[in-house]
């Protein structure tokens, strides 16, 4: 059992999953290995997890099973041949926000269709300040938002910015050192919402709300075919009523070229916090 005294490190996951849970010295994270307990310990540590301490996690690790529950059961999506175990050459992603009490920064986990980490999502910029008006007020909505994108060691692979907005939006697609990708730009703001995938002044695709809520997303190439699509999972009435968590599964048909595979994958990861129309106003 750890206790506060105990050292950050490796420990037998005390959720009751097989492998190991990163304690950092005063709690349980969220970073987990698949290693036995007791066998070899991963040479490194987890990436930092920066949450604030008044972002309160009330879940536990995302286990491989529950994952592919997640892609096959409330998905409707079949196992998909092929994968190369990145951002950019899993067939299938499944990006889920990291449940929190209270959201006051975005986080979000992406792994492949058998529960495998390929990458994290985590919110940037957000200083004491902004803390305050987002958990206090809902005029965070209209703020500007900044995406970090990492790969499974952390590294940056690309950024998303939302500029400040008062009713459309649109996502700023950088690569890490600053060149900018293309833009996802809002198109309408009644009725079922769609998004044009700028690249230039050309447009090489779309993201269709497939309902006014914008649960569920089609996202199509410059001919309107259909080349990816986005379906939000339902996690169960308690996480969903008492929680901020939201959770997709997203499905890349085909192998797609640049820059057009770049702009979809970053369509996946902002649909939540930059992209959808909700409650919360953050669409």
Known sequence: ??????????????????????????????????GPAGGGVPPQKPPQDVSSPWEVSVDGAHDADRIRRQVQQKAGVGPVAGGGGTLFSEPVLVVNQKTKLIELAAEYSVFDQNGTPVGSVAEIGQGPLRK??????????????RLEVRDTLGQPVMLLTRPAKFIKSRVIVTRPDGVQLGEIVQQNAIGKINFALMVGD?????????????????????????????????????????????????????QLPEPLLSMVV??????????????????
Not at 3 to 9: F, L, V
Not at 132 to 145: C, E, G, K, M
Not at 245 to 252: K, L, T
Not at 266 to 283: F, N
């Open 1 to 34: 059992m750890t206790t506060a005294t105990t050292p950050p490190g490796w420990y037998p996951d005390p959720h009751g999953a097989a492998g190991l849970r990163w304690w950092d010295g005063s709690q349980w994270t969220d970073h987990t290995h698949a």
């Open 202 to 254: 050309q447009q090489i695709g779309a993201i269709k709300a497939e309902n006014w809520r914008a649960w569920n997303f089609a996202i199509t190439d410059h001919t309107g075919t259909e080349v990816a699509r986005i379906t939000k999972t339902f996690e169960g009435l308690a996480r969903t009523l008492f929680t901020t968590a939201d959770n997709y599964v997203v499905q890349i048909h085909r």
């Open 266 to 283: 970053a369509s996946a990861l902002t649909v939540d916090t930059a992209l959808k129309q909700d409650s919360r106003g953050l669409g």
């Open 132 to 145: 305050v008006i987002r958990f206090l007020t809902s005029w965070d909505q209209y703020l500007s938002h």
